[in-house]
């Protein structure tokens, strides 16, 4: 069974970039899509980006200027990359497989000074 | 970009009785394959969200026979049939066929 789980800086100074990794655990990496998706505190859920292990990229349109996804597939490890952070970036990020409803445990990231 | 509208925001629910949520997309999530990519989530106080049904109304191994989706094109549903105390929390639909997007969540509460 695939298991997921987010690491990275809990504190990111604004305009900087924000930076996580997910480890898969368990089971296939496959030729699946890997999910970033974030979560403001009280609010809804926001797709970031996916990734597919081929190294095919898809993007929030909304964030596409400033995120990159990236796998490295030796390490079973998939990264986010958020450019010019501010505070409206603060939020719960989840790494996720979609399709079979895996996702993460989430890490807070809190953009401030 | 395609628009998940649910309705409705909250939804406040007697233990034993039913509950509904609607969730309406923007555009038709019918694949080429003939399936329907759409999913319903729910997130418990405190957790990650755990994918309910996919598809439109396959219920993940191990979900209550109690929830049950439907819909086609761009109208979906899913329904409780007897609400417990342990299904408290905000739903999500989401659908994957144009990118990904998320409904902007119901919240269930017990009366």
């Known amino acids: 069974q695939v298991q997921l789980q987010e690491s990275g800086p809990g504190l990111v100074k604004p305009s900087e970039t924000l930076s996580l990794t997910c480890t898969i655990a368990g089971g296939s990496i496959g030729k699946y899509y890997w999910s970033w998706i974030r979560q403001p505190a009280g609010k809804g859920l926001e797709w970031i980006g996916r990734i597919q292990t081929s190294g095919t990229t898809d993007y929030n349109p909304s964030l596409k200027s400033r995120v990159a996804v990236s796998v490295d597939t030796s390490k079973r490890q998939f990264s986010l990359k958020l450019t010019s952070v501010t505070a409206a970036d603060t939020a719960v990020y989840y790494c996720?497989?979609?399709?079979?409803?895996?996702w993460g445990q989430g890490s807070l990231v809190t953009v401030s000074s | 970009d395609v628009v998940m509208t649910q309705i409705p925001l909250s939804l406040s629910v007697t233990p034993g009785q039913p509950a509904s949520i609607s969730c309406k997309s923007s555009q038709s999530l019918l694949r080429s394959d003939g399936k329907t990519s759409l999913y319903w989530y729910l997130q418990k106080p405190g957790q990650s969200p755990q994918l309910l049904i996919y598809e439109v109304s396959s219920r993940l191994s191990g979900v209550p026979d109690r929830f049950s989706g439907s819909g086609s094109g761009t109208e979906f549903t899913l329904q409780i049939s007897r609400v417990e105390a342990e299904d408290v929390g905000v739903y999500y639909c989401m659908q994957g066929i144009h990118l990904v997007t998320f409904g902007g969540g119901t919240k269930v509460e017990i009366k």
């Open positions: 996720a497989f979609l399709g079979a409803g895996i």
